[in-house]
């Protein structure tokens, strides 16, 4: 409002000042006023003399005239006027100085404007006027009549193709350079190329399609995109020159783009250039000297997802739309590139400044523990600092446009799903009861990139959710679609999960500084885009912060044991007060499940993620570790002994499953209890960092997440034969037969039970019996059966050992797991790479990787079965399983134990070590290996 009334100020004295648009027009309209009075008077006194005769007659009119035509009232009334005028000419001048305005601030909208003041003008992109110039200049518009954008010409544009550029190539290779004009038209041609990469506005009618660019289509045909590019690539030199362009162009453009408003709008043909820049080679080049280019593209990314987003949902459209996603694939690939290029330079000079700050701070030079932790929390300080400006400047617009590429897949999957389940929908449209056509039961939406750091209250009782149905076979649909979604695996960035599982001084604080951002949401985070993670690197998040939990528990702890009195404290031997401290089971080995339920129920919630530390009963090891292993495989091969009734075991898939008999072998309150402590020791070996020998179908580790759908590909996991045989009922044609005479069956589901009873359930709750299968209800029939087998069958049982999951594992940071990921933290890898274990290994009392008794070892290692190599894995370790990351991250210890033949291989399962006498040869070495390995049990049996 300001800037108006200024404007219509300056109107007001650029009137009264007699300027070319008001004074003149005022001038000639008071000379013409008068003329007019004084012709007035003249005609009157001739008409007097004239029809003087008359005058006596015609008194009243006559004295009625001239009272109406005296001076004074006439220039009453043309004053009047005359202001009148001035008002309207004002009002117009006023309405003229803004529309200047808004053409000289915002443009005409035009991209091929030339008028020369106006924004839409590619000339004036950068240039800028703050309120008082665009004023200034919208006035000497007027003054000097400036024409509109209308009467100016469009700019004549020659769009980026194929032929051009493939002119200029031939051009530029004619040997005969003898032909001046061969020479201008190549450079002719070059400048037309350069001009589509620093005037972007040429990409706006590069490459277009029969359809107009919009909200749902990006109008760009890719092959004669690919093609230019391809032909633009073959000229080093001309390369050049366009990188050189596009640098000064995307300056350009991101000051433009820093300097808008709020409320500025991206138009669909910048986005769309924008887009077509992105999938040029030159900018996702493997050429380091390039990456300056992809940054500074990055960062209008960034800019626009700041000010516009409605913009960066437009590119998730446009993106998802995709026909040939590999080029989604090949983009990512040079963002993941470009990220682990930089974050492993930046991370190693920070080490190497690290060393400077040592040097600087006089870190070796000083014995005082005290002093030197000072120095390492000023070195960890500006180690941090460091990390925090790269993470800034460089990762977080690489991280955020991954982002987008993760979001337009993520709506390709649903869209595919959409599409599968309509299909499915479609098949049954002809049953009566058309509301059991779908199975599909609400369940907690999936986490957001950054969720909100929420505390759970542990005492508040929460309704167990229902897992969401959605009986989709993704893999037979990916096999008939042409549009693939990315693997989530494809968004895992190597050098990012690298520097989070190194244990490197300086690194090693990466995931902690990390998780604190996160918790207090005051910085940019890896953690708030998990899909950048893998399950390892997410399980030292979880692993801090279980660490940083507890360390503030045990500190509480003991401030409550101290302000007792220091005389209590002195009471506690060592051994009292790792009771005080951590979670301590003693169990009896011949009652481990009653030992341990005892002492489980006692516990609060938080006590459960305290350190476990086990005790077996007459015995005299301490553990470090290693019969924290133990415990774990002995419980857990007691309690899924199908003996036990809790759990069957599928011989097809070596999988187990709940028993949905079970409480007809005992009650059901301890059939409920014994469930949820299956789900508490699945949570206290997850913080324990214990991988456990757990043989679920995936499902169930969905159906504990809670985040993702269940689909038929998932009960194809849990039983593959019933899968193959509904996928031939779905499958089924009138040629091949009637459902009815084939399959002669109904909507009841039979089986007999542990004891050889006759058991049944009606799908239908009262109508199955009468209902028979039929080519018409036959996907309602599968629908039926999945959701009473993976759901329905084991309810009471799975909400109980999901409650004991959750009231150990009720950290938010399971929200970033997929079902894929929990599992590995659950049950490890499944890759026995004893390769990498061999490398990994250290040896210790003489022993190196070049002596023959080493040799001997790996040499039979790698030729033991699978079967022996987990016994032998269990041997060193204490446990078969594989960590998450394989088993290079192991760290064996193998070390000499003198030379008797005659004695057995030996270990410290606490710390992985293995004690091998030096065999005399290899076969004395194999024997002596494999008695040991096949029978090892239980503390000090060797």
């Not at 096999?479 to 695996?489: A, D, E, G, T």
């Not at 002994?641 to 898939?653: C, I, K, L, S």
Request: glycine share 4%; aromatic share 8%.
């Amino acid at each position: 409002m300001e800037v108006d009334s200024s404007t219509a100020n300056s109107a007001e004295v650029t009137s009264s000042s007699k300027t070319a648009t008001d004074a003149p027009v005022t001038d000639d309209n008071s000379n013409s006023n008068n003329n007019s009075h004084n012709g007035n008077e003249k005609q009157t006194s001739e008409n007097e003399n004239k029809n003087g005769s008359r005058e006596s007659n015609n008194n009243d009119n006559k004295q009625a005239v001239a009272s109406s035509s005296s001076p004074s009232h006439l220039n009453h009334n043309h004053k009047i006027m005359n202001n009148k005028k001035k008002v309207e000419l004002r009002e117009k001048l006023k309405q003229l100085a803004l529309t200047n305005r808004n053409i000289v601030l915002k443009g005409c909208g035009n991209w091929r404007c030339t008028n020369p003041v106006c924004k839409s003008n590619i000339v004036n992109q950068a240039q800028t006027y703050d309120d008082v110039q665009a004023s200034k200049l919208a006035l000497k518009m007027i003054k000097e009549k400036h024409k509109t954008c209308a009467s100016f010409e469009n700019r004549s544009v020659v769009p980026l193709h194929y032929e051009l550029v493939a002119k200029f190539v031939s051009l530029d290779d004619n040997d005969d350079k003898t032909q001046a004009q061969t020479d201008a038209d190549a450079a002719d041609h070059k400048q037309l190329i350069v001009d589509a990469f620093l005037h972007w506005d040429v990409l706006y009618e590069s490459f277009t399609t029969d359809k107009s660019v919009c909200a749902d289509d990006i109008a760009i045909d890719f092959h004669a995109l690919d093609k230019t590019f391809e032909a633009l690539m073959q000229k080093e030199s001309l390369c050049q020159d366009v990188i050189d362009a596009l640098d000064t162009s995307i300056t350009t453009y991101l000051r433009t783009l820093k300097s808008h408003d709020e409320n500025h709008k991206i138009t669909l043909n910048e986005l769309r250039a924008l887009i077509i820049l992105m999938d040029c080679p030159l900018v996702l080049s493997e050429d380091l000297a390039y990456h300056g280019t992809l940054s500074r593209m990055l960062s209008i990314f960034e800019e626009i997802n700041n000010v516009d987003f409605r913009s960066i949902k437009v590119i998730h459209k446009w993106l998802s739309a995709y026909g040939d996603l590999s080029r989604l694939q090949r983009m990512l690939r040079s963002l993941h590139q470009f990220m682990t290029l930089t974050i492993s330079m930046k991370e190693d000079e920070i080490e190497d400044a690290s060393e400077d700050w040592k040097c600087e701070l006089k870190y070796d030079d000083t014995d005082d523990t005290d002093e030197r932790d000072e120095i390492q929390h000023e070195i960890d300080k500006r180690q941090q600092g460091e990390r925090e400006k790269y993470m800034k400047q460089e990762i977080a617009a690489v991280i955020k446009f991954i982002d987008v590429i993760f979001i337009a897949n993520k709506i390709i999957t649903t869209e595919l799903e959409s599409q599968q389940q309509e299909e499915t929908d479609a098949t049954t449209a002809d049953e009566e009861e058309s509301g059991d056509n779908k199975m599909e039961v609400e369940q907690p939406q999936t986490q957001e990139p950054e969720p909100e750091f929420k505390s759970n209250d542990e005492n508040e009782t929460k309704e167990v959710a229902a897992p969401r149905l959605s009986l989709v076979n993704m893999d037979s649909l990916q096999r008939h679609s042409q549009r693939v979604p990315l693997n989530l695996v494809l968004f895992h960035n190597d050098g990012l999960n690298e520097v989070i599982t190194s244990k490197t001084e300086s690194r090693s604080h990466i995931h902690r500084r990390d998780f604190l951002h996160w918790r207090d949401h005051d910085f940019f985070t890896y953690l708030a885009y998990p899909y950048l993670l893998t399950a390892a690197s997410k399980a030292r998040y979880l692993e801090f912060e279980n660490l940083w939990s507890q360390h503030r528990a045990r500190r509480r702890r003991m401030v409550d044991l101290m302000l007792h009195g220091m005389n209590i404290l002195n009471q506690f031997n060592r051994h009292q007060l790792i009771e005080e401290l951590d979670l301590v089971l003693r169990c009896r080995r011949d009652s481990l499940i009653q030992d341990t339920l005892g002492i489980l129920q006692l516990q609060e919630p938080n006590d459960l993620r305290k350190k476990l530390r086990i005790v077996f009963d007459g015995e005299q090891g301490i553990d470090q570790g290693g019969l924290t292993k133990e415990y774990f495989q002995l419980i857990m091969k007691e309690l899924f002994d199908p003996n036990y009734g809790m759990f069957v075991y599928h011989a097809q898939t070596h999988n187990y499953w709940f028993n949905r008999d079970c409480f007809e072998l005992a009650d059901t309150h301890t059939m409920l209890v014994n469930y949820e402590l299956v789900g508490k020791l699945l949570g206290i070996a997850i913080y324990n960092n214990t991988i456990l020998d757990l043989r679920f179908p995936r499902v169930i580790f969905k159906k504990l997440l809670q985040n993702e759908a269940i689909h038929f590909d998932d009960f194809r996991d849990y039983d593959p034969e019933m899968a193959t045989g509904f996928e031939q009922l779905l499958s089924m044609t009138e040629s091949e037969g009637s459902v009815e005479d084939i399959y002669c069956r109904n909507f009841v589901i039979k089986w007999e039970n542990y004891f050889g009873q006759s058991k049944e359930y009606d799908l239908l709750h009262g109508d199955g019996e009468q209902t028979m299968l039929t080519v018409h209800n036959r996907q309602r029939y599968v629908d039926h059966y999945i959701k009473y087998t993976l759901v329905e069958s084991i309810e009471q049982q799975f909400n109980a050992f999901l409650k004991g999951f959750k009231t150990v594992c009720d950290s938010e940071l399971f929200a970033k797991f997929s079902a894929t990921e929990l599992e590995l933290l659950v049950c490890g890898s499944q890759n026995f790479d004893f390769e990498a274990l061999e490398l990994s290994t250290r040896y210790e009392d003489g022993f190196t990787k070049e002596s023959k008794v080493v040799r001997d070892f790996w040499s039979v290692a790698h030729e033991l079965s699978d079967s022996d190599k987990r016994q032998l894995l269990t041997f060193c370790t204490g446990s078969d399983r594989v960590p998450i990351n394989g088993l290079g991250e192991l760290t064996l210890t193998i070390s000499k134990n003198g030379n008797d033949n005659s004695k057995l291989p030996t270990s410290h399962t606490c710390f992985n070590h293995l004690l091998l006498p030096e065999y005399s040869s290899k076969e004395i070495m194999k024997t002596r290996l494999l008695l040991a390995i096949q029978n090892s049990e239980g503390f000090g049996l060797l």
